[in-house]
């Protein structure tokens, strides 16, 4: 998020996005992490985080605070 001053949580989610969706789940997690850290609650922040990780029982762990 280096081109992002001072972004607001539907920029970071943008850009956490764009990450994903080219293979970068690495940036993509952690832009998803700052969102999270400000809007612990926030469902799409969630889902898109259970896309980034390969353990089963974080993906659980992700749609389980969705469904809270």
Request: glycine letters at 4%; aromatic letters at 10%.
């Amino acid at each position: 998020m280096d081109q992002y001053d001072n972004p607001n949580i539907d920029e970071a989610l943008a850009f956490a996005i764009e990450a994903i969706d080219r293979g970068d789940m690495q940036l993509g997690y952690a832009a998803l992490e700052w969102v999270l850290q400000r809007e612990p609650s926030n469902r799409i922040a969630l889902l898109w985080m259970a896309c980034t990780v390969s353990d089963e029982g974080s993906k659980r762990a992700y749609y389980s605070r969705i469904q809270s």
